[in-house]
């Protein structure tokens, strides 16, 4: 039988842990179970040091020494969760919440929830973030965007249930028919969602995608084509930009002034990451006019967890509906950014609730923002420091035409 091997970690007030560590166990791996950051020690193995890729085991002993200032044992006793459950004790979900305090500490807050509390928390947090930041006016046309996924499902079936917290507006369904035909699972989730719920349901056509960005195909051809060419890292904006656009145009078509998309915490805050890599600027959150429409995200203080266990909650099944289409996985660095922003929720539940105030502040404190318009699309592009208007078209039109796909 394997024996458990121990790594002796050391603080800077010369205090002293043992961490035990599972057989086959890498130092990094050990110290990050622990709640420490690898980064913050030197490690050493019979007094010599080591790099933290060591294998910790019998033949030798494993130290490591926090080299960083902060008060580390104070840090991760604010992270202890709570006590193991017993069985049958286990809650449904558990909503944690780390705040920084006036005096400058720490707070971890942490309920248990039932499903249908959890229901009531995830409409009351909607209905709160409409009514906080004005996204919902009287007589407000609002499309929603229905894929048919967890997220947009989960917002129209939100918005349908909060409807009486607001005054009138019209409220309406719209599915891209873009890769997925009429037949497939998603688009029938979609159309029966929408008639259940009694709200009205329109599909955004291929034709029209293939109209507004002036297409000698469908989309649903050319997008696997560019996945085989060049411009293969670029399809999934490319299929984010067509549907966006082509929302934006059935919109105006249907004296619809306000789109609401289901972009969830992770969404925004792996776009926030994204922009301050890059240097790309990032518009207002949770609202944001481009053009004649303002895009609203109500789902913008909730998890995609509570979202799935919510649909759970209100539709009696696990929204597997929708398949990954190639461009999703592709490209990595876009995969990282959403990687990166899960790691840090888990790392600070509930930094958001700072991170997108603290970004609506800078933003008044800058220069109102400026939009380039695409003389092909028409669509409207926050303008960056490295532009996307290339001799008046957006990038998406520019491949588009050098890869033989536009008539003109």
Known sequence: ??????LIFQDRRGGRQELAAFPGEAVHEVLARHGIPPASVINLCNGAPVADSAIVGATGTYESHLIEGYDLPAIRQVFRRSAPRTEGDVPAYVKRRLSLTRAGGLQAEEVDL????LCQYVESTITDTCAEFDLLAPDDGVLVGLSGGVDSSSLLIALSETRKHFAPYRLVAVTFEDY??????TFTHASELAGQLGVEHFVASAALAQKVFGLNRPLREILPLLMDGPWRHFVMYIDHHTTRRTLEVFAEQQGLSKIALGLHTTDLIAGLLNGWMTGYHVADIPSRKIGPVTYIYPLAFLAKRELHLYHYQRRGIFARHSSVNAWERFPLDRNFYYYTADQLQSLWPGL????FLAHRVRLRAQRAVE???CLNCGAALLHQPFTAIEDGECDVCVVFRKAGFRTF
């Open 180 to 185: 997925d035909s009429r037949e497939s699972p």
């Open 1 to 6: 039988m394997n024996q458990m091997s121990q």
């Open 352 to 355: 958001e609730s700072q991170l």
């Open 114 to 117: 039932t499903l249908p509390e």
């Open 371 to 373: 939009y380039d318009h």
